[in-house]
């Protein structure tokens, strides 16, 4: 069966820091990735997806990126973390084909920002 | 663009009570699919029941179960016997059918709705 694995689970970093977030997929290929932010008693904000490696798409301008280097791993980062940044990010991922698949979440990354 | 909105902010049950969530979204697209996702205290995001816009049939699942209605562009999210486990975060979503293979399915979240099921 398959599972995404997300972490670290919770992580206090300083402003200005840089900022790695890891997410793996096991039992599938191809997957479709995507990374979420969702701030505290709010819905959720497509940040990035993927469609294969090395290919990002992002939706909203902000100083974080993205990237692919393998197809199921998908790794959020910044080079200089704001205090805007701050939130629950949440990693998916979904099956790439035209059936009605659902996005399975992984268990998400709390970050705050000092 | 799609839009999804979840007008209720907040609700309470009584536990083996029943309580139903709103849910409603604007698109011009004819195929798509419809979600409910539940984010219990953990933040865990547990696809709860999903729903094809070409199915009239409602979609089922145990204890929950949806009235959906495209024409109002309405899905509402029904919790039969509800219980201290339904306690979480419920979200409404979207997306559109592709009609290729390699696009990313990009989900369209509502603002949620707070559920606790009282003792």
């Known amino acids: 069966s398959q599972t995404i694995h997300q972490w670290p689970a919770t992580l206090v970093q300083p402003v200005g820091s840089p900022l790695s977030l890891e997410c793996t997929v096991e039992g599938t290929s191809n997957p479709n990735l995507y990374w979420y932010r969702q701030a505290a008693g709010r819905g959720l904000q497509l940040l990035f997806y993927?469609?294969?490696?090395?290919?990002i798409s992002s939706e909203v301008p902000q100083n974080l990126s993205a990237s692919r280097p393998q197809d199921r791993q998908f790794i959020l980062s910044s080079k200089k973390l704001l205090l805007s940044d701050s939130g629950f990010y949440l990693c998916?991922?979904?099956?790439?084909?035209?059936?009605?698949?659902?996005?399975?979440f992984g268990d998400g990354t709390r970050l705050s920002i000092l | 663009a799609q839009t999804v909105t979840q007008s209720q902010p907040e609700m309470s049950v009584q536990e083996a009570e029943t309580v139903t969530l709103s849910c409603t979204y604007d698109?011009?697209?004819?195929?798509?699919?419809l979600f409910w996702y539940k984010q219990p205290p953990s933040r865990q995001m547990i696809l709860v029941i999903r729903q094809e816009a070409y199915k009239q049939q409602n979609a089922t699942e145990n204890r929950f179960s949806v009235n959906f209605q495209k024409a109002a562009k309405s899905f509402s999210l029904k919790i039969s016997d509800s219980q201290l486990g339904d306690t979480a975060m419920y979200f409404c979503?979207?997306?559109?059918?592709?009609?290729?293979?390699?696009?990313?399915?990009?989900?369209?979240f509502g603002s949620g709705t707070q559920l606790t099921v009282l003792p």
């Open positions: 993927s469609v294969g490696i090395g290919q």
């Open positions: 998916a991922w979904s099956a790439q084909s035209l059936s009605n698949q659902p996005q399975h």
């Open positions: 698109t011009s697209e004819n195929n798509y699919y």
């Open positions: 979503a979207f997306i559109s059918s592709p009609f290729s293979s390699g696009s990313a399915r990009q989900l369209t």
